[in-house]
């Protein structure tokens, strides 16, 4: 992650904080002060005066108060015993205004004359106020307190040095970068089960049955434990901190890249979800804080992790570089794997700016121009370069397909999609009907494990499905953003050959035609996708668009008029922007759950009731 | 007959037009130990020959080492039609370098005064796994899915369980001479009439066989091909098979 990502979001966290820990009504609120005890214990000083005490077990700590504090807010000594560092902390802006309002003034006074008689600091010979504000400061506030401080002596009683430093946020946020980028980092009811997710992260890599099974179940858990209600910016500036630290412990190893993306995006749904249930009138911040973390956290990760991998992505065969397995049937699924998940990640990287635009910002339309354009240049090359980009193993591998299309769409490349769509064809065709070849036909209830057992084993698993498909209608359907003449002759092939599996001489080449289905999603997609799969709704079975009457029309206009009839008689419409449409598919592909096909009709058939076809641009 | 004289004979089948005379050669070039065909029949072929025999070959490939020896032995004719048709075998050679590292690209990187077209198949080869390479660290190629372990675990059982099975049946020891499953012991000595022989080791027989990359990477794209180059057999042969 850049250098300077990493501090704007450590910055807006640490300025986030109050200066005390507090409880209230039960419930933490965690304070600038935990942190700059966090440092001390970082830097390895030993704490001897803290605003709260200290819990053992991962509770609440407990504030003091009503104490005199003499205005030293904490305190440490070294280890020697012969420095002590007064922190007088302040969670005000240090300004002209706020210099004896906010008791800057009084309270460096007061820390300025300490009593070393106290046990414990005999053998002081060097005492350091820290003035330490999380938030930003004027030449005025500055020069009060240089005005202030050269007043002050620099000795207490008998010769022991006195000396002052000003941190503001900057100096504060550098100093918790160098010492304290761990886990204690966090609230302490966060920490102990945050500390345990990183040593997982550490141990575990990415894809293996360790890493779904524990790591990504604990980190669930744990940001919805960091997020629980009431949500508020701060909750909600500790998860990019979170994701930092993470990154901080990521190793060398190269698949922690993709790994820590991984974690990144369930991050996202967690807070999308929360975003979701924010109340309507007083979350402008909230919303900005979610908003500018999955732009410049998730997405501006994703961009520097393809320019990084652009490499593999379009070199011939890059995909399938390093071959694991004994080198047949569970590689070619593996080398698909791989292909897919980063065709989704690129479709979201692509998709992800739009969701902002600003119309009549000409500056900002012409970046977005750029990134799908570069997109588009990338996905070309790696369908032309890799074989396994072109090899869907389940049905959900719709989704990649979808936004495979919708990058092409965009840049008006129809020659690609015609290519790409005639290519599909082609191949899945050759899986349908050549039984020797070790990758079996698309699994329909996305079931990765049955298709690894059938290319590991060459024979078919018991519950092994691909007799029905949602994924191929959706390709008939794409169809649809073709010229006329393109259309008819894929969505014919596509039927005769894929579908029915009717040869050239008009013999059955495989004994059962595929179940061709749509879907209806419930009303409440929307808002459940977010939290996990939503898989109810109306399944429409489409009979494969057979007519029985003599005067049959032709195949297109058979699947338009179905189309239309299920959007009339189920409208189903695609939401307002409020949560971009790019984290409902980052949704999606996470809960493993079928995108609703309103996503290609509205773009292809347009409007419910409209018979209109893309201009394809 | 003689030996020249059978391959000739077995050049000019491989390139006629008659299907089952290029099933022949093919069968009889499989089963040798090496292919070897006759250059004064390659250079003496027309250009429609020429092409037939490389889509046969492409329908219906040969295995291994005889992959190399065989598209070498193409070559001369090739290079003196030129144009389209040299290309066309380049390609397929660059596409087997590429399939069969060892058995071919290995092999022709040793001939000494390579033609113009071996050295281009080479250069293009080995750009290409030179560009693997330099992406064989990528974070992008560093994760599987999981279970994927386990999964290529069994297959490795799977396959060698295959292997044994098939080495039993074509084995004749296998199958008439008494067979002892050893449990412990790094030799062995039999017990024969009340009399101890003497220990002897054990000896491996093994085999290796180079698997093409491709029937991995692309065995869609592969199967695609050998079903064209079928077909373009029947247009240019005027027939079916």
Same mark, same amino acid.
């Given at each position: ?29 965690? !304070? ?69 309002? @906010? ?85 302490? @009811? ?15 890599g990415f894809g ?11 980190? /669930? ?11 508020? !910016? ?19 190893r190269a698949g922690s890249y993709p790994g820590?993306i991984d ?10 979800? *929360? @975003?979701?249930?924010?109340? /309507? ?21 994703l961009e520097r992790y393809f320019v990084e991998v652009e490499g593999t992505l379009t070199t011939q065969h890059g995909f399938s570089v390093g071959r694991q397995g004994?080198g047949v049937g569970v590689d070619a699924v593996n080398h698909a794997y791989r292909a897919y998940w980063h065709l989704g990640r690129l479709g979201i990287l692509s ?23 570069r997109s588009a240049g990338w996905l070309v090359r790696c369908l032309r370069a890799n074989p396994a980009a072109l090899r869907p193993l389940?049905?959900?591998n719709?989704?990649e397909l979808?936004l495979t299309?919708?990058i092409l769409?965009?840049? !008006?490349?129809?020659?690609d999609?015609?290519e790409w769509?005639?290519e599909l064809?082609?191949r ?10 070790s990758v ?14 059938? *290319? ?36 014919? /092939? ?75 008689? @189920? ?45 394809? !641009? | 007959?003689?030996?020249? +004289? ?7 089948? %491989?390139? &006629? ?16 130990? &090496? #292919?070897? #065909? %006759? ?5 003496? %072929?027309?250009?429609? +020959? ?14 291994? =080492? ?6 070498? $032995?193409?070559?001369? $004719? ?13 390609r397929?050679?660059t596409l087997q370098a590429i399939n069969h590292p060892?058995?071919?690209l ?8 390579? &033609?113009?077209?071996?050295?281009? #198949?080479?250069r293009d080869a080995e750009a290409y796994f030179e560009r693997l390479r330099a992406v064989a660290d990528s974070a992008a190629v560093a994760f599987s899915f999981?279970?994927f372990?386990?999964?290529a675990?069994?297959?490795? =059982? ?27 012991? &790094? ?5 024969? +009439? ?6 002897? $080791? ?9 698997f093409p990359r491709l029937e991995v990477i692309d065995a869609e794209g592969m #199967? ?15 027939? $079916?098979?």
């Open positions: 992650m850049a250098a300077s990502n990493l501090n704007q979001f450590l910055t807006e966290y640490i300025e986030s904080l109050l200066e005390r820990t507090t409880v209230e009504k039960g419930i933490l609120k965690t !304070g600038f002060d935990w942190v700059i005890y966090q440092l001390g214990v970082g830097k390895n000083w030993k704490p001897f005066r803290l605003p709260f005490f200290r819990q053992p077990s991962a509770g609440v700590p407990d504030t003091k108060r009503g104490e005199a504090e003499f205005g030293e807010d904490i305190s440490f000594g070294s280890e020697s015993g012969k420095e002590y560092w007064i922190f007088v902390l302040k969670d005000e802006r240090l300004i002209y205004g706020n210099w004896t309002s @906010h008791k800057f003034d009084s309270d460096l006074r007061r820390a300025a004359a300490p009593r070393l008689s106290q046990e414990g600091l005999e053998k002081v010979e060097s005492v350091r106020i820290i003035l330490a504000y999380n938030k930003d400061e004027d030449q005025g506030g500055i020069e009060s307190y240089d005005r202030l401080i050269g007043s002050l002596p620099t000795s207490i009683g008998d010769g022991v040095k006195l000396s002052f430093e000003r941190w503001n946020l900057t100096r504060i946020v550098e100093e918790i970068e160098a010492h304290v980028l761990t886990p204690d980092l966090l609230p302490q @009811h966060l920490s102990g089960q945050f500390r345990y997710i990183c040593s997982q992260f550490e141990d575990f293996t049955r360790e890493w779904e099974n524990q790591l990504v179940p604990n980190w /669930r858990d744990f940001l919805e434990l960091a997020l629980k209600e009431p949500v508020n !910016g701060r909750k909600l500036r500790v998860i990019p901190v979170c994701l930092m630290i993470l990154n901080h412990y990521r190793k060398d820590w974690l990144i995006e369930w991050a996202m749904l967690a807070l999308w979800s *929360a @975003h979701q249930r924010l109340p /309507r009138a007083g979350s402008k911040n909230a919303k900005e804080i979610i908003r500018g973390v999955w732009l410049g956290l998730y997405i501006g990760e004994l998709r992800a700016p739009q969701d902002f635009e600003s119309p009549g910002n000409p500056e900002y339309e012409g970046f977005i121009e750029e990134v799908i354009t389940v049905d959900l719709h989704i979808f299309w919708v769409w965009q840049t !008006g490349k129809q020659k999609i015609y769509l005639c064809e082609s899945l065709l050759v899986r349908r009907v050549h039984k020797e070849l079996p036909f698309i699994e329909a209830n996305s079931r990765l494990d049955l298709v690894a057992e059938y *290319a590991a084993t060459g024979d078919r698993p018991y519950d092994y499905a691909n007799s029905s498909s949602y994924l191929l209608l959706m390709l008939l359907e794409l169809c649809f953003s073709l010229c006329e003449s393109e259309r008819d002759e894929l969505v014919e /092939r596509y039927m005769r050959r894929v579908v029915k599996a009717i040869g050239e001489d008009g013999q059955s080449l495989v004994k059962k035609e595929i179940d061709l289905q749509s879907w209806v999603p419930p009303e409440d997609w929307w808002d459940r996708i977010l939290k996990g799969p939503v898989l109810d709704g109306i399944a429409v079975t489409t009979n494969n668009f057979d007519q029985v009457t003599e005067k049959a029309k032709p195949l297109c206009e058979r699947i338009r008029d179905s189309v239309e009839e299920v959007r009339e008689k @189920h409208p189903w419409k695609m939401r307002g922007r409020d949560v971009p449409l790019a984290a409902y598919i980052l949704a999606c592909i996470k809960h493993r759950s079928p995108l609703p096909p309103e996503f290609w009709r509205g773009i292809i058939f347009g409007e419910p009731g409209e018979r209109s076809r893309p201009d394809g !641009g | 007959m003689a030996k020249k +004289q059978v391959r000739e004979l077995l050049t000019r089948w %491989a390139l &006629s037009t008659d299907t089952n005379r290029r099933e022949i050669a093919r069968a009889v070039l499989r089963s040798a130990e &090496s #292919v070897n #065909v %006759a250059q004064s029949e390659i250079c003496e %072929a027309n250009d429609a +020959q020429l092409e037939i025999a490389l889509l046969e070959f492409i329908h219906k490939p040969l295995l291994g =080492e005889k992959t190399g020896e065989f598209l070498l $032995g193409l070559a001369p $004719g090739f290079e003196n039609a030129g144009g389209e048709l040299r290309e066309k075998l380049k397929e050679m060892a058995c071919c290995d092999k022709w990187k040793k001939i000494a005064e390579p &033609s113009v077209l071996l050295r281009e #198949v080479i999981p279970g372990k386990e999964a675990e069994k297959e490795r =059982e799977e396959f060698l369980a295959e292997v044994d099975r098939g080495a039993r049946e074509k084995s004749i020891f296998a199958r008439l001479a008494k067979n002892v499953q050893i449990i412990y012991g &790094s030799k062995w000595a039999v017990m024969m +009439q009340g009399k101890l022989g003497a220990p002897t $080791g054990f000896h491996e027989l093994s085999r290796e066989m180079e #199967v695609i091909r050998r079903i064209e180059a079928r077909n373009r057999v029947r247009e240019l042969t005027g027939g $079916g098979e």
